[in-house]
């Protein structure tokens, strides 16, 4: 009786174990590069169909270069790229190629605040003001003919969250027409705009620009905010905020922070703010596609070359960030492994969650009909989707020179799609219908 008693004891402890065991050991910690692509049920005739999608593209010359990769349960089952990196030189695109990553940065910048909540050092739901007591309490009513414009006093406290979700009010509104204006003023001024700048700046006039995140962000909260937190989504400018309140609160700057919390753990050592000069070379060159022909961008171009200046001081939480594919999908399967890769947990399972499975706006915004937005993240659900395929449980974002990537929990699918173009056509869907179709029915 004894015996069956202490059996009763331990089986569930027993049962427990047997269920978390083989779960834990299901989680990729690394990308397997050879998996045997048969056995998984991936058919060579659709592999070949994704081939001539991709170079049917620079054959119409509709881009200059993509690189793809797809991992199914951290199997990499499609990791190329097409085209050329520079098409005047005929050099030939690589999948090691460095990509502008542009506005992939911002979902880093959040799971590094999200570290920062983990060890208890800030909530979610905290004001703002807490850590920063300039944050902006006024909303703007009405902007006067010479400039001065008139307020009232907020009606909710922006939280972190609202930072996280494009909620906060910062240079939304009437505040961007107001901060346009001047900033052209200032650039008007300006001795010489056309020399790029250190670091990738979201707005740039020449020899006025900031150099420090902290100069910029002080600079933003002399404007009064565009709308009251939580009641409107307005791009951008909250995640160059979240990245101050990093260095507020962990007393490090960004890219240390950035670098020792995400990064590194994650192995994307090649992803970064700034390089030596010789690493120029890596990036790919942008370009438009103009009524069927590609143009150099050569504006563009100064985001690379910012990134090889020796005053290393800016680093923004918007954009700045640089690097291969193959480094950001370190970064997405670490969140569709609920916080762990590399043999390191980054982030909780519950933070991942929280992240991707809330919607922080309300219902009428101005992304658009089912536009969600969680904490760093699009969420897609049945009323917007880019393709059918996609499922109500992927999140994603993207880059503005067309870098895209989508992760799928309910598939165990990560997709990334990669261009450096400026003008072009929409590709990416075309792709990702085509990379769903991959996989086993």
Known sequence: MKKNIALLILLPAMIAWQCSGPAKEKLPQNFNHTP????????????????????????????????????????VIYHKAFGWKDVENRIPATTADYYVLFSQTKAIITAAFMTLVEKGLVAVDDPVSKYFP????????KVNSDGTFETRPVAATMTFAHLMSHSSGLGAGLVGEIRGAEAAKAASGAADNSAAPC??????????????????????????????????????????????????????????????TILEPLGMEHTDWFYAPDMLERFVKPYNSVDGKLEPATMMNMFALGTICSDQSYCEGAIGLNGPIEDYARFCQMMLNKGTFNGRQVLKAETVEAMTTVNRLPEVNSGGAGFRFGLGFELYNELKKPVPEVSNSAYAWGG???TEYMIDPDNDLIVLYYLNMF?????YPLFLSKAYRLLPE
């Open 36 to 75: 045997d692509l048969t056995r998984l049920g991936i058919d060579s005739v659709k592999m070949k169909s994704v081939d001539s999608l991709l170079q049917s593209f620079v054959d119409d010359s509709k881009v200059s270069c993509v690189t793809a990769f797809v991992a199914k349960e951290g199997n």
């Open 199 to 260: 670091g990738q700046h979201s707005y740039y006039v020449g020899e006025s620009s900031f150099k420090t995140l902290e100069e910029a962000m002080l600079d933003l909260a002399k404007y009064p905010l565009g709308f009251d937190p939580g009641t409107e989504w307005n791009y951008h400018v909250s995640t160059n905020m979240l990245a101050y309140m990093i260095e507020r609160i962990s007393g490090k700057p960004l890219r240390e922070y950035v670098k020792e």
């Open 400 to 402: 503005m020179l067309g």
């Open 423 to 427: 003008k072009h056509e929409p590709t």
């Open 134 to 141: 300039g944050i902006p309490d006024q909303v703007v009513t």
